[in-house]
C-alpha cells in the first residue's frame, strides 16, 4: 500500500469526501487528489494537518497500515520516518529481553533440574537410627550390648539376661541428615544410645520430583521462547 492509496482509505473510512477533507485540512482539493494519486508527497507540516483532520495521531494513523504499508513511500515524511525508528528500537529492546528471558529460564530451569537430580537439598539417604533401651545413670553407654562383662562371676547368668531383655524398648529414629554412627540422647529416666543402622535406605522424595519438574519446564519454555522470539519482535510495518 502506498501513502496516497493509505490516505484515501482513511478518507473513505471517514466519510469524508475530497473537498470535505481538503477543506478541513486548509490545502486545495486538487493538491489532495495528487497526493492520493501518489503524485505528490506532503511535508511534515501538511501531514500534520492530515492528522488533526482525521484526528489521528502517528501511532493510530501507522497501526491501520500494518503489515500493508510500502515503507519506502511512508518514510519519506519525517514524522514517519521518526516513527519506523522508534519502532525498530522498541523492537530491539523487546528482543534483548526476550532473549535475556530465555537464557535466564534455561539457566534457572538447568539448575533446578541437576538440584534435584543431584538432590542436593533434600537429601534421599535415610539413616535409621536404633536405640534397645534406656540406659541408666552410672551404666556404661553400651549396657545393652556388653551387659555380660558387668555380671558378677557367681550370679546367675540367664537370670540377668532376663533382666536386660525386660528393659529393652526398642526406640528408632529416622533421619536424612547423618548423625555419625553413633549418638546419646538425653530422656527422663537417663539418657538412650543410639547406633545407625548399616542398612541404608534410598526414600524418594517429593521435593526433588518437583525441583527436577520445574527444571525442565523452565528449560523448555526458555527453547520455545527463542524459538518464537522472531514472532513477537518482528515489525509488522
Not at 482509505?9 to 471517514?14: E, G
Not at 519525517?78 to 528500537?89: A, G, K, L, N, V
Not at 555419625?180 to 535406605?201: A, M, N, P
Request: proline share 3%; charged share 25%; with cysteine.
Amino acid at each position: 500500500m502506498t501513502l496516497g492509496h493509505y490516505i484515501k482509505q482513511l478518507r473513505t473510512t471517514a466519510n469524508m469526501s475530497q473537498p470535505q477533507l481538503a477543506e478541513k485540512m486548509g490545502v486545495e482539493q486538487s493538491y489532495l487528489s495528487k497526493l492520493e494519486n501518489d503524485k505528490s508527497v506532503p511535508s511534515n507540516e501538511v501531514f500534520r494537518q492530515l492528522l488533526d483532520a482525521l484526528e489521528l495521531t502517528v501511532d493510530n494513523f501507522m497501526r491501520g497500515a500494518q503489515g500493508q504499508a510500502n515503507k519506502h513511500h511512508f518514510s519519506q515524511i519525517p514524522d514517519i520516518e521518526s516513527w519506523y525508528t522508534r519502532q525498530c528500537r522498541d523492537n530491539s529492546i523487546k528482543q534483548r529481553t526476550l532473549l535475556y528471558i530465555a537464557i535466564l529460564l534455561v539457566s534457572l530451569g538447568g539448575s533446578c533440574f541437576y538440584i534435584g537430580f543431584q538432590h542436593l537439598v533434600f537429601p534421599q539417604t535415610l539413616y535409621e537410627y536404633e536405640s534397645r533401651g534406656v540406659v541408666l545413670p552410672n551404666e556404661a553407654q553400651d549396657i545393652f550390648f556388653s551387659w555380660s562383662r558387668f555380671v558378677p562371676k557367681d550370679a546367675d547368668m540367664r537370670a540377668a539376661r532376663r533382666a536386660m531383655l525386660k528393659r529393652r524398648d526398642i526406640s528408632i529414629v529416622l533421619s536424612f541428615e547423618y548423625l555419625g554412627d553413633e549418638f546419646i540422647k538425653e530422656v527422663k529416666q537417663g539418657r538412650r544410645l543410639y547406633t545407625v543402622s548399616k542398612d541404608v535406605k534410598q526414600q524418594t522424595r517429593l521435593g526433588n520430583t518437583l525441583l527436577q519438574f520445574l527444571g525442565l519446564a523452565c528449560v523448555l519454555l526458555g527453547v520455545a521462547l527463542m524459538i518464537i522470539e522472531p514472532r513477537l519482535t518482528r515489525s509488522k510495518v
